[in-house]
């Protein structure tokens, strides 16, 4: 068993997407972070994309299957 301990960061910087790899990275990062409406959201599977929902109503993309590699490969394809 393990406890997630989240450890929010202010992001004083706009970037052109954000990848989440977790619903807890997004727990975290909205917690201190807003982001434009029309910066795209890539999420790593269906419960990330379902709680990055809760926070923003911000274009969300998700991998087609769980895993870094086919995340990466939707972000790279997403902005070719």
């Known amino acids: 068993m393990y406890k997630t301990i989240l450890i929010p960061q202010y992001i004083d910087k706009d970037y052109n997407g954000i990848m989440f790899f977790s619903p807890s990275a997004a727990h975290s990062y909205f ?5 434009p409406v029309d910066v795209p959201l890539f999420s790593i599977g269906n419960t990330t994309t379902a709680t990055i929902k809760t926070y ?3 274009p969300i993309l998700t991998s ?14 997403y902005f070719a």
């Open 31 to 35: 917690s201190e972070n807003t982001i």
């Open 64 to 77: 087609e299957w769980p895993g870094q590699e086919s995340l990466l490969n939707l972000v790279i394809n």
């Open 56 to 58: 923003s109503t911000n």
